[in-house]
C-alpha cells in the first residue's frame, strides 16, 4: 500500500491550510517583512494584528490537523478490525456469533434426521428447512471468509513510500513546520493588547 489510501482529502486540505499559514509566518518573521505598511481593503493595521491573526490561524490548523490526521489513521485501523461485512449491494452484515450460529441449527436438524433414522443419501431428498439453513450456512461461511482474507491488509503492508508518505509528509512536516512558525511569531512578534479592551 502507497499511504494515500490512509490519509484523507478532508486532512489533505487542512495540511494544505496549515503548511500555507505557517509558510507565511515564517517568510514574514525571517526576512522582517515591514508589516507596518500592510493595507486590506485600504486600511491600515497594525503589526501585532498579523501576528496575533497568524499565531491564531497556525494553532488552529496544527490542532484540526493533528485530530484529523489521529482520525485517518484510527479509521485505517478499526477499517480492517470493524466485524462487519458492506456488500456490493450495500447491506451491511454484522459478523458477530449469530452470524455463524446458523451451523448450530444446520448440525441439530442433521442429527436429527439421523436419529431418526430419515439421513437421506443425496442433498436433494433434504428437507426444504434443512436446505435453507444448509444454504444459509454455506453463505455466511463464505463471506465470513472472504472479509477474513480482506481484513489483512495492516500498517505492515504499507510500502516504504506508504511510511514516508503518512508519518513525513504528512505529519513531520507539517507539524515542523507549525512549530517553527509559532516559535518565530512568539520571539519576534509584537503581541499587544488591543487599546480598547
Do not use: C
Not at 3 to 18: C, M, V, Y
Not at 19 to 31: D, Q, W
Request: net charge neutral; aromatic share 16%.
Amino acid at each position: 500500500m502507497s499511504g494515500k489510501e490512509i490519509i484523507s482529502e478532508s486532512t489533505e486540505k487542512t495540511q494544505n491550510r496549515l503548511m500555507f499559514f505557517s509558510s507565511a509566518a515564517i517568510l514574514a518573521k525571517s526576512y522582517d517583512v515591514p508589516l507596518s505598511d500592510m493595507k486590506l481593503l485600504g486600511i491600515e493595521f497594525p503589526a501585532s494584528v498579523f501576528d496575533v491573526t497568524m499565531f491564531v490561524l497556525v494553532s488552529w490548523y496544527t490542532y484540526t490537523f493533528i485530530l484529523k490526521w489521529i482520525g485517518d489513521l484510527a479509521g485505517f485501523r478499526l477499517w480492517y478490525n470493524e466485524s462487519s461485512i458492506w456488500s456490493t449491494f450495500g447491506t451491511h452484515m454484522k459478523l458477530d456469533k449469530s452470524f455463524i450460529s446458523g451451523g448450530l441449527d444446520l448440525m441439530k436438524a442433521l442429527h436429527q434426521l439421523d436419529k431418526d433414522g430419515k439421513t437421506p443419501s443425496v442433498f436433494a431428498a433434504l428437507d426444504e428447512k434443512t436446505k435453507q439453513l444448509y444454504t444459509d450456512f454455506n453463505v455466511n461461511v463464505e463471506l465470513y471468509a472472504a472479509r477474513l482474507g480482506a481484513a489483512g491488509a495492516k500498517f505492515s503492508t504499507l510500502s516504504k513510500y506508504g511510511h514516508f508518505y503518512v508519518w513525513v509528509q504528512h505529519f513531520l512536516l507539517p507539524i515542523s513546520l507549525a512549530i517553527f512558525a509559532g516559535y518565530l511569531l512568539v520571539k519576534y512578534g509584537t503581541f499587544s493588547i488591543p487599546p480598547h479592551m
